[in-house]
């Protein structure tokens, strides 16, 4: 008994070392690497999770950098009480003001209230552009998969396969054509605007924190020096346009799911919407 016992220890100890490895490969970490865990999803890949306390926040950014492509990843979100938290998926090409940046983002909330999942769009440091949503499923309960499609002509979110949100490429006004940008995830404190504008505060007696990633998945144009290469099969994204029957998802999304919509904010736009608001 003891050596079988020893030899399941091994072979989980393999398994952590594993998926550590295959996330050094793709990934560079973002915070405390302590607050960052690693191991096999049971079913051959690898699960990687991120820890939230009183001492950091914790994340990763991609490797590489992309010039479009599609990026997924399934995700099961803080647990329990997720108030001042804030979980994230999204692309950047850095913190400068004329940046470029894809978001989804998941602010926390008070037990037993739903999470919001907000989507941004920042075009040469041009954003607020947000479209938020309560989802149909409880985001901590289980894993699902969420995905940004970028390319030339729009940027589509999907929520386990269902569009609920494209962001269209206008000619005369800014969109992310030119900038490569890095994946990146994080859990972070964002107490002083995540929950109810802020009015609701992380509560530190509920942690560590805790969100959890499995089957991320890149396939995009790498970017290098002043090139990218596209990988083989990337016409499946690069020209993809909501069809009408993923536009009819999209718009049952905004009827039963949407609670802010910045092209109905008038406070925020006292002398008049973005240019694509009302367009087609």
Known sequence: MAARLSFLVVLALLAVLTAKADFDDQFEVIGDRD?????????GGQEF????????????????????????????LVDGNSAGTVTSFYLTSGESSTHDEIDIEFMGNSSGQPYVMNTNVWASGDGKKE????LWFDPSADFHTYKITWNPKNI??????????????YDDLPFPTSRPMEVHATLWDGSYWATQHGNVKIHWRHEPFVVSYRAYHANGCVHSKNSSRCPDGSDAWM?????????????????????YNYCADGWRFPKGFPGECGRK
């Open 35 to 43: 607050h960052i865990g690693y191991k096999d999803d049971g079913n």
């Open 49 to 76: 999770s991120l820890e939230l306390d009183q001492e950091s926040g914790s994340g990763f950014k991609s490797k590489n950098k992309y010039l479009f492509g599609e990026f997924s990843v399934r995700m099961k």
């Open 131 to 134: 479209h938020q949503f309560y």
């Open 156 to 169: 589509i979110f999907e929520v386990d396969n269902v569009a609920v949100r494209t962001f269209k490429n």
């Open 239 to 259: 020209h993809r346009e909501l069809g009408d029957e993923e536009l009819d998802t999209v718009a049952w999304t905004e009827r039963n799911c949407l609670s």
